[in-house]
């Protein structure tokens, strides 16, 4: 009779997946490995989407009154623009030598750490401005803060989950980002009344959500090991980053130079309603279309990472441009009053929901773990630089020419943009770990 090895465990030959483990590897490695899988909520991904909320809670507090707070001072639809393109267009530098430097060092979270606490002083800022160029520079530092912390963020979260989870994590990012989002406006709609429209007041309350921001990342985020990747100069770097990912950064620019800051929409509601509905009532209403387009935010961004690990990222990413395209056509073709101003605004958000989620997962999806705080770094600057054209031209289109004309150039971009991403292959491949 053939006797059976008393060194082998029966446990040792279980068959996971249809793959057999081999003796060597222990079970736990293995059992780990599947709930890594399955158990993508870790403490790293809540913490960063409470980061994002209390961050993202108290931009918005400003973003939600800055329009209104400007037209106090008499400023125009191009000084909006030429603020808010000015300063993403200084914080797209900084994004990219975020993402460049942080793949050389072995812990990344301390710059997230600076990055969030410069935001939240930044913001609070606001409460010392007397002129326009004082709100450019506090939202110039705002966004220098953000172009430190952006890539770097987006390389922590898609290191603490696996390719297969990607949207999902990214989705629930943006979504508790958005929630808050949702929770800014509102604060600052029950709050200006109680602070008899005090913008100063309201701008030095933001600081309180800002700083919880940056002690959640800084005692929230669990950090995984890593060794730093040998130096390589920044050109070559560039020129490594996979043909797939180059590609879809020529739509992503495209589209970015058309997509026009959504404070933009604010300061439309604001101007249009005003004459029927005077300058408080015109204010509020126009803070409260801005609660309801990120309540769609919210939705459509965690929708649209679920669906990510579903169908083909490229067709949700073209979507949410073809919206933004929508939206823009909206505002041309359609008269103005509260319920067209509410579909806007809907439309506005489901745009930046997806377009957000999607095209942080598809860039992870497609660079290698090693190299993502590159990557990011490459996309936020692409769509700094969009961002700075965009709301520049937009602004002195609005004011120079014609409404029609700046949301006609807004729509025509938004389109080419979603077209050159539908020529990505359809289930491009997959090249990270």
Same mark, same amino acid.
């Given at each position: 009779m053939r006797r059976s090895n008393p060194y082998v465990k029966p446990t040792d030959c279980f068959v996971t997946f249809g793959s057999l483990r081999s003796p060597? /590897?222990?079970r736990n490695d293995i059992m780990n490995d599947m709930k890594s899988k399955t158990h +993508?909520?870790? !403490?790293?991904? #809540? *913490?960063?989407?409470?980061? @994002?909320?209390? %961050?993202? +809670? %108290?931009h918005e507090? *400003?973003?939600a009154v800055l329009p209104a707070f400007l037209a106090t001072m008499g400023v125009a639809a191009a000084w909006l623009g030429i603020i808010e393109g000015v300063s993403d =267009?200084? %914080? @797209?530098f900084t994004k990219m030598g975020s993402g460049y430097y942080t793949d050389k060092l072995r812990r990344r979270k301390p710059i997230a750490v600076f990055g969030y606490t410069l935001t939240a002083i930044a913001t609070a800022s606001f409460a010392l401005a007397t002129q326009a160029w004082h709100v450019l520079m506090g939202r110039a530092l705002e966004r220098l803060g953000r172009g /430190? !912390?952006?890539p770097v963020r987006k390389a922590l979260l898609a290191a603490a989950v696996t390719p297969e989870t990607y949207g999902r994590a990214f989705g629930f990012e943006r979504m508790m980002d958005t929630l808050g989002a949702i929770v800014g406006p509102a604060s600052a709609f029950v709050l200006l009344p109680l602070l008899h429209h005090s913008y100063p007041k309201l701008f030095a309350l933001t600081i309180i959500p800002g700083l919880i921001a940056a002690g959640l990342i800084a005692f929230g985020v669990k950090e995984t090991k890593r060794a730093p990747i040998a130096h390589v100069p920044f050109r070559q770097q560039v020129r490594d980053l996979p043909k797939l990912y180059k590609q879809m950064l020529v739509g992503v620019g495209l589209f970015g130079c058309g997509a026009f800051a959504h404070s933009m929409l604010i300061l439309l509601a604001t101007q249009r309603l005003m004459p029927t509905m005077g300058a408080a009532g015109a204010a509020s209403i126009a803070v409260g279309l801005y609660l309801l387009h990120n309540v769609f935010y919210a939705s459509f961004a965690f929708a649209g990472g679920w669906l990510a690990d579903r169908v083909p990222k490229k067709l949700l990413l073209a979507l949410g441009y073809f919206l933004a395209a929508l939206m823009a056509i909206a505002i041309i *073709? &359609?008269?103005? @009053? /509260? +319920?067209? &101003? *509410?579909?806007?605004?809907? #439309? =506005? =958000?489901?745009? /930046? =929901? #997806?377009?957000e989620t999607l095209e942080d997962s598809l860039a992870a999806e497609l660079v290698t773990k090693e190299h993502h705080g590159m990557a990011f770094g490459v996309m936020s600057s692409v769509n700094g630089i969009g961002d700075f054209i965009s709301s520049v031209v937009v602004g002195i289109l609005w004011s120079a020419v014609s409404i029609s004309v700046a949301f006609g150039y807004s729509a025509v971009l938004s389109i080419v943009g979603a077209i050159i991403i539908l020529f990505l292959p359809l289930h491009p491949r997959k090249v990270a770990d």
């Open positions: 060597n /590897v222990p +993508w909520l870790n !403490r790293t991904v #809540l *913490a960063i989407g409470l980061t @994002s909320l209390f %961050s993202d +809670w %108290s507090i *400003a973003t =267009g200084l %914080s @797209s /430190v !912390r952006q *073709a &359609l008269p103005i @009053s /509260v +319920w067209t &101003l *509410a579909l806007i605004f809907i #439309l =506005g =958000g489901m745009n /930046v =929901g #997806l377009e």
